[in-house]
Each structure stands twice: as C-alpha cells, then as structure tokens.
C-alpha cells in the first residue's frame, strides 16, 4: 500500500487562489518600498552556520535548522567523538551549513562580502522564505516569508521616521488597520542599569518581550530564574508598565534615568524620532511601549513592533536599528535600521477580514470556449491580441460539453466567458457571457478589449 503524502509540520502548501492572494500582498510591499527608493537583492536559502551562530541569542541559536554535510559525514568523524555526550558540539562535526533564521544577518553578511560595491546608504529589500525549529501554531509557521527593507551605512535617524512612514503606507494599502509600538534597547540598558542589573541586560529584555505572550507573572518568574533579585524587580515593574501621555512618559524616564548616560541617549533617539513623526499625520497611531523588547540581541537604538487592530495574531512587522552587526563580519562601524513584514501573519489577517480585493479572486479573466478545431483555430488568433491588451486569456483545451467548460469556468471564478461558433465566425462577433449576471451579447473584438480593459 501506497504511503500517504505529507508535509513537515509548520509548513504549507498553497493553491492557486492562495497565491494569487499572496502575490497581491508581496506586489503591494514591493511597489512601496521601490517609492521609497530601496532596491532588491536575494541571497541563498543556506548560509554557513558560522555566519548564523551567535546572532540570535541562545534562545535563537535552538530554532535554526541545520543541514548535514553531504556524502558520508560519519566516516570523518573520529570515534571518540561518538562517545561525547556534548550534542552541541557534535552537530557542529556533521553539519556545517543552515537555513536562514532571518534576512538581516545573511544581509549583514551580503554587505561586508559586496562591500566594493555598494554605495553607502545602501537601501535594499528583500523578499524570501525563513525557517525557524519553532512549535507550529496560529500565526507560526517553521517556513514562512519575510518582507525586509533596510538602510545601511548611516546613523541618520530620519531612517527610522521613514521606515515608519512605509508601514504605514503599507498597511494602508492592504486596509489593515494597525498601531506601531516604538522603544530603544538604550533606554532598556539604562532601566537595567537603575535596577542595577546591568549585566542582565539580554535576560531582561528576553524576559519583557514574551509579555505580551505569557504574562507579567511569568515573566517574573523567568527573570528570577535568571537570578533578578526581588528589589531589581520591585524597581522594575513600575517602569514597563508606565502608562499616561507621551509627555508623561518621557518626563518619568527621564527622573528615572537621569544617571544613566546611555538610557538618557536612548530617550534623547526616541524624542527626536516621534517629534518627526508628529508632522507627519500618519494614519496609523504610534506611541512609546517600554515593554517592546524584541528578544534579538544585535539590535542596539530603536525597536519597532506593529500589531493588528482587529485580528489577535502577535506582530506582523517589526525591527529596529543595529548599530555593528557587519562589525562581526569584518566590516565595524557600519549602523543599520530595518524592519520586516510577515507576510504569512498579514496573509491571515487580511483572509480573516475578508479584506482582499475581489479582483484576486481570479487569474484568468476571459475564457474561449472550444466548439472544435476550426472554431478553436479562429480563437487562437483572436485570444493573441486579447493578451496584447493586457486582458488574461485562455481557450479550453478541448471540445467537450459546453456544460462541462461552463463549470470549469465557474470553478476557475473567471468573470467572462466568450462564445463563438460557426455562425459568428461568419458574422466576425462573439458571443460575450457575464458569469456573474447571466447576461449574453453579441460584441466586435474591439468592444470586448474595450469593456474588459
């Protein structure tokens, strides 16, 4: 008996009509960022696990998918080694390659190989599939596609007010009504800095960032078993949870922080990055969320987490700014900000609201009937210049039962349907069917490019 089919767990296949759906949001993004100046690159779907490691903290480091060396790994590796209880260690002598965690390391990487060139700021997207060792649930996939847009080579802050500005052309153009938290890992290391736990930072911030997730009380009981003592936490609370006006908020860190030169730096990118933003009449609202920590350890200034109005599903797009990730390539003091879309999270949302536009329900948007060789010849020509016109077209294959293409239009929701037999190859008309109303007439070739275009 046949095995039957499947796939890894977190991943999807998609149907035509999911595509279609999908290619719409991945068009959107696009047009946006190419308004915006930024330019595309890809780079491979495995990167050296040397370039991955390390990048993305320890928690990180779990989810990246290795791959095994090709050919018989096992014979290059030295018996004693099998006795080695270090898993770990192990996998290192028998894979050396992974799947990308992210877009932002490979193009770190990217960067400092192609430095020669590249012209500084380098504004680029990108548009491919990551895969992560997660546990699958609504939302979260092991495969999933990102949509990033980064500047590179430039400290300038106006690149977070224009990254900010994108998504909120972004998500205005795919009618997903949206809020952006905004906070800085500066201010972050002066909170940890007041509590005094500054050598805590990554345990703190790892920590704030699953509240949304798990709870205050959980993330309490997470930064005590990193060994946050009690009175670091009691200080701590008041902070994250600080809520009020963003004057409020700002006048309250500033007490507070008012002894850390790096917490007070991180206010001070924070202020002049929302005092932009005020001018700027954004339709999505925007404000300063200190429990915003996004748990990767290479970001070092501004963070940046968008969230759905109407659909409970985390984030659908975030970032931030990182001020040496080339550094670890051999490229220092280069400053990098971007931020990332989820597609797969937006594709959700927007089936959710049933917010897609009609117009990608179908591909093809006029179809020939075949009534026989002779007719199927006469549509062939006639089908040419329909394309020409930039209306998509296609002719059944086969002259079966008119009933039978009918349904195959219907299952395809292609909107029209064009019949043309011996009598209107005579007549040099065609016979054009509404599938949606029912209606038939009888239009030239002209009318019919005319009332489709």
């Given at each position: 008996?046949?095995?039957?089919?499947?796939?890894?767990?977190?991943?999807?296949?998609?149907?035509?009509?999911?595509?279609?759906?999908?290619?719409?949001?991945?068009?959107?993004?696009?047009?946006?960022?190419?308004?915006?100046?930024?330019?595309?690159?890809?780079t491979p779907a495995m990167e050296n696990l040397s370039t991955l490691m390390g990048k993305y903290g320890e928690e990180g480091d779990k989810l990246l998918f290795k791959v095994l060396n090709s050919g018989d790994f096992l014979s290059k590796i030295p018996e004693d080694e099998f006795d080695d209880?270090?898993?770990?260690?192990?996998?290192?002598?028998?894979s050396e390659k992974g799947l990308k965690y992210d877009l932002t390391v490979p193009f770190a990487r990217y960067v400092v190989q192609h430095r020669n060139d590249i012209n500084f700021p380098f504004k680029r997207y990108q548009i491919q599939p990551v895969w992560r060792a997660d546990r699958p649930q609504k939302g979260r996939y092991r495969e999933f596609f990102q949509c990033d847009v980064d500047v590179i080579g430039s400290n300038s802050l106006l690149n977070e007010v224009e990254l900010i500005q994108i998504i909120d052309e972004v998500f205005k153009r795919l009618k997903i009504k949206t809020e952006i938290k905004i906070n800085n890992r500066k201010i972050l290391a002066g909170i940890a800095e007041f509590i005094g736990e500054a050598e805590r930072i990554i345990d703190i911030t790892v920590a704030?960032?699953?509240?949304?997730?798990?709870g205050l009380e959980k993330v309490n009981d997470e930064l005590k078993t990193k060994g946050i003592p009690e009175a670091a936490l009691n200080k701590l609370q008041p902070i994250i949870l600080l809520e009020g006006s963003l004057k409020n908020k700002f006048a309250k860190l500033s007490e507070v922080l008012k002894d850390s030169e790096v917490g007070m730096k991180g206010i001070e990118e924070a202020k002049t990055v929302m005092n932009q933003l005020k001018d700027l009449n954004l339709e999505t609202k925007w404000d300063l969320d200190l429990t915003l920590a996004r748990g990767?350890?290479?970001?070092?200034?501004?963070i940046i987490e968008v969230k759905a109005k109407d659909v409970e599903i985390g984030s659908i797009c975030g970032g931030g700014r990182y001020d040496d990730l080339t550094g670890i390539f051999g490229l220092p003091d280069i400053s990098g900000v971007g931020i990332s879309f989820g597609a797969d999270r937006i594709y959700d949302v927007m089936n959710e609201q049933n917010s897609f536009p009609d117009s990608e329900k179908f591909a093809t948007k006029l179809m020939f009937v075949n009534f026989g060789e002779e007719?199927?010849?006469?549509?062939?020509?006639?089908?040419?210049?329909?394309?020409?016109?930039g209306i998509s077209a296609e002719l059944y294959p086969d002259s079966a039962k008119t009933k039978k293409q009918m349904n195959y239009a219907n299952k395809k929701s292609i909107p029209f349907v064009a019949l043309i037999g011996e009598t209107e190859m005579k007549d040099g008309i065609i016979n054009l069917k509404n599938m949606q109303s029912g209606e038939q007439k009888p239009v030239s070739l002209e009318k019919?490019?005319?009332e489709l275009s």
């Open positions: 008996m046949a095995q039957k089919p499947s796939i890894p767990k977190g991943t999807r296949d998609f149907s035509p009509e999911e595509m279609t759906r999908r290619n719409y949001i991945f068009d959107t993004v696009k047009t946006v960022f190419r308004l915006y100046g930024y330019q595309p690159i890809e209880n270090e898993s770990a260690r192990f996998s290192t002598l028998i704030i960032d699953k509240l949304d997730k798990i990767l350890n290479y970001y070092t200034g501004a007719e199927a010849k006469h549509c062939l020509k006639l089908i040419s210049t329909v394309r020409e016109k019919l490019i005319s």
